[in-house]
């Protein structure tokens, strides 16, 4: 955690720096979690001293996305194959922050980051 404190004469409130979030919320199970946690990690400056473990962060995030949309794709594949009607898909709010996701890691320019973009 970065304190940044104020000269003399200013005033006395402590600010702190934004922080990368904990792999925990970046596993979460509810999307929403997973989204606040993208978007405090978008906020977060990339430094030199962050710069590993952020691209790590999205890395993992888009894995994770990656994987409930393979599952809800079976999963549906699964239910037409038997007959039954398909399953709510996924929201708006769901779908554009899984690209913004996608979009973010594409723009890290990273070669790393090809094994963690959904295949075409």
């Known amino acids: 955690m970065w304190l940044m404190f104020p000269a003399s004469g200013e ?28 978007d405090a990690l978008i906020e977060v400056p990339e430094t030199p001293a962050n710069a590993d473990r952020r691209r790590q962060l999205l890395f993992e995030l888009l894995t994770v996305e990656n994987e409930t949309v393979t599952t809800a794709n079976a999963r549906l ?11 709510e898909g996924f929201t708006e709010g769901y779908t ?24 075409r």
């Open 11 to 38: 005033s006395q409130d402590v600010v702190q720096a934004p922080r990368l979030p904990s792999l925990s919320a970046i596993q979460a199970q509810d999307w929403k979690e997973r989204r606040e946690a993208f």
């Open 77 to 87: 594949q699964q239910r037409a194959a038997s007959g039954l009607p398909p399953e």
């Open 96 to 119: 554009e922050y899984y690209a913004s996701a996608i979009a973010a890691v594409a723009r890290l320019g990273d070669p790393r980051s090809q094994r963690h973009l959904p295949a």
